[in-house]
């Protein structure tokens, strides 16, 4: 694959002598204090950037007299010696050749050493000898410049032009911090907000006007259009000055898998094709690390051996291909593998060795479901380490680099055919396009990556399981929410309309689907930070404004699922859909597995919801996160036994009124005595267990 350096160089001479300035600045401050440490860490650093630039750039030389040059400095470091005048004079004097190799590069040269062997030896002779004195002073920096004929009276004239040249570089492009551009979006954001605000009132007021002064409010209409639509052209402009081309980890990319699919000895073909779409720079900074994780993946766990392959009937070639698309503002990576595929029954099985406790759960879990635990940490279906999957890093990090950037992750996998991992990403992180609802005459923002599809469906068209509504989509059975469940509205409007507005989100392939009042409109909005107050406040992933400067909260979705999931009691009433009783919600407690399934059957075939806890302290904790009607406890455990949970409990304000039945071994009257002084309100022993006895229990303590 061939790199297009012409689409880099700009940002690359930029680059380089800035970091060339900061190196002499360095070594000036050096040449006063030479043993401080510190000097010898940002000369390594600033060496090791520009190095690897130049390095992905292929300017070979420059790469290859800093390669040496960090020797030295690497020499006086492991040595803790300090930095010499000697040293000092090289560093700048290599700086300063450097400078003008770059100057050539700019005006189209290719980067390379007029005496580029004598200026490694003297680097090298440094390096063997601190006493050596450098002499770069002969030396031309640039190949292309090394006619040393007489000057003429013009060229002497010439000459003083270039020598005012090394202090100024007369270059077509400018350094721009991304906190300017932001600065100026946020700006010209708010002049958009005027516009529209500005564009309602003159529509208010034409329809208050007479017929007279319609032609006048019409030409000011068109005015108002015309300067919206320039704004938004200037914006886009702004925009673009973020963004940088996918070639620019593509090719390092593909160097580094390479070199770590040799080492496993198996045959793999890389795909990866040139792209010449831009993305926001910060996002195209996180991507390598993704990318790279991602292939690993594909590489260990996907691509099988050739003999495996040959007993498959495939190729004892696989391949991996990462792909770029664009559509609209969103930008689609693939990266795909012809490998083994994810084997749902492998995951199945390693998640009932790590969640014995969730056992009827994961039995009847479907395939989407299944999938979650992929993304989850320290899960993996190999229980063998490899250099690859023993580095400690999970896909789950990939789930959270992603929410970072605002993207969303999906899988398509099929067993021995392979898998296909799709990003879909914003291509610029300064905009964002987005749905804006309404619920309990509040409104959101929901942004459109999350968006399946909008559905406006009848009450009947609803179906009723045991844990609440669920919409037939497109023969998918999708859990239904009330937005205001989580949302905890204390008093909501009975929807009384025969047709119900509900968006379907989907996330890591997993669909639900939330009702709203309203849909509003669909727009491209600049999203605002949280609020310092609110920045531990995971529902909301920024803010923006209305043309009335009202405050926007936007969805984060990925908390807005999990929230979701973890409900327990489902709101159907304000659908209105079918009177059904209400669900509960019973919390047992029990260090034995078996006698924590035993009662889990038992009382779910009862068509209770049932969760389950393994002591007092784990039981503490799930009742901070989830609403239980009434807890089924062991006296005896690990950690916290009954008593002391239930004395917890009894203490606890949000708790003290849930009715606790405990469970004891053998009956004792001074247990008895215990629990009944501490509040439990129900007693059963193990030895004369049986299901009438606390299924009876449970109805009567919650009034069934």
């Known amino acids: 694959m061939n790199l297009d350096k012409n689409l880099f160089k700009s940002d690359y001479i930029s680059e380089a002598r800035e970091i060339l300035d900061s190196l002499d600045d360095i070594a000036i401050e050096a040449s006063k204090e030479k043993r401080n440490s510190k000097f ?40 803790q010696t300090e930095i010499s005048s000697k040293i000092i ?81 007369d270059s077509q492009t400018i350094k721009v911090q991304i906190s300017q551009i932001d600065s100026i979006l946020q700006s010209l954001d708010k002049l958009i907000m005027r516009q529209i605000k500005l564009k309602n009132e003159i529509e208010f007021l034409k329809g208050k006007s007479e ?59 890389f795909d990866i094709p040139q792209s010449e779409i831009t993305i926001d720079k910060f996002i195209l900074e996180k991507l390598p690390a993704i990318l790279i994780h991602l292939v690993r993946n594909a590489i260990d766990h996907g691509i099988e051996t050739k003999e495996e392959r040959a007993k498959l009937g495939k190729s004892e070639t696989g391949t991996i291909s990462i792909s770029v698309s664009q559509v609209s503002n969103r930008i689609f990576v693939n990266v795909k593998d012809d490998g083994h595929g994810i084997d749902y029954e492998k995951i199945r099985a390693k998640a009932l060795r790590l969640f014995p406790d969730r056992e009827s759960e994961l039995l009847s879990a479907e395939e989407t479901d299944l999938l979650q635990f992929i993304f989850t940490s320290g899960f993996s279906t190999k229980d063998e380490q490899t250099e690859l999957s023993g580095r400690g890093i ?57 968006i399946r599809e909008i559905l406006t469906v009848n009450k009947e068209d609803f179906l009723q399981l045991q844990h609440g509504p669920v919409l037939n989509v497109h023969n998918e059975l999708v859990p239904v929410f009330d937005f205001d469940i989580i949302n905890q ?37 600049v999203i605002k930070p949280v609020p310092p107050l609110l920045k531990d406040f995971n529902a909301l992933q920024g803010v923006v404004f209305d043309e009335n400067y009202r405050i926007i909260p936007v969805l984060n979705i990925p908390d807005t699922i999990r929230r979701f999931k973890i409900v327990n009691v489902y709101d159907v009433k304000n659908l209105e859909v079918h009177k059904m ?124």
């Open 211 to 269: 017929a007279s002064d319609f032609q006048e409010f019409q030409e000011l209409s068109e005015n108002i259009s015309v300067l919206e639509n320039q704004s938004v052209d200037i914006q886009k402009n702004i925009i673009s000055l973020r963004m940088l081309p996918f070639d620019m980890i593509l090719r390092p990319i593909k160097r580094s898998i390479v070199a770590e699919a040799l080492k496993t000895g198996k045959n793999i073909n």
């Open 394 to 450: 999970g896909l789950d990090v990939v789930r959270s680099e992603m929410d970072k950037l605002k993207g969303k992750i999906s899988v398509r996998t099929e067993l021995n055919k392979g898998t296909d991992f799709e990003l879909s990403l914003p291509a610029s992180l300064a905009t964002q396009d987005g749905l804006f609802v309404s619920v309990s005459d509040s409104s959101y923002l929901i942004l459109s990556h999350y």
């Open 89 to 169: 004079q090289l560093l700048m004097g290599v700086n300063n050749l450097i400078h003008k190799v770059i100057d050539g590069i700019e005006d189209g040269k290719d980067g390379t050493f007029a005496q580029y062997d004598e200026v490694i030896r003297n680097i090298d002779l440094a390096i063997e000898s601190e006493n050596f004195m450098a002499d770069f002073s002969n030396i031309e920096g640039d190949s292309n410049n090394s006619d040393n004929s007489p000057l003429d009276a013009e060229e002497d004239a010439e000459a003083i032009s270039d020598e005012n040249s090394e202090f100024f570089h």
């Open 489 to 525: 509205k204390s008093k909501k409007k009975v929807n009384t309309k025969t047709e119900i507005s509900v968006v379907i989100l989907e996330y890591l392939n997993k669909k639900i689907g939330i009702i709203v009042d309203k849909i509003l409109h669909y727009g491209t909005v």
């Open 581 to 704: 009783p209400k669900i509960h919600s019973i919390l047992i407690v029990d260090d034995s597995h078996t006698t924590r399934h035993i009662e889990q059957i038992i009382l779910e075939a009862e068509n209770y919801n049932v969760s389950t806890a393994v002591d007092g302290i784990d039981a503490l904790e799930k009742m901070k996160q989830y609403k239980f009607d009434l807890v089924v406890t062991d006296v005896k455990m690990p950690r916290m036994d009954g008593f002391v949970l239930l004395h917890n409990m009894r203490h606890k304000e949000e708790l003290k009124n849930i009715p606790v039945i405990m469970v004891s071994s053998v009956f004792e009257s001074d247990t008895l005595d215990k629990a009944k002084n501490l509040g439990a309100q129900g007693y059963i022993v193990k030895s004369d267990f049986e299901r009438e006895s606390l299924t009876a229990k449970v109805k009567e303590l919650l009034h069934e």
């Open 40 to 79: 010898l860490t940002d000369i390594l650093r600033l060496l090791h950037t520009l190095k690897g630039s130049s390095r992905m750039m292929e300017y070979v030389q420059i790469e290859k007299v800093i390669n040496h040059l960090e020797t030295v400095f690497k020499n006086i470091q492991s040595n």
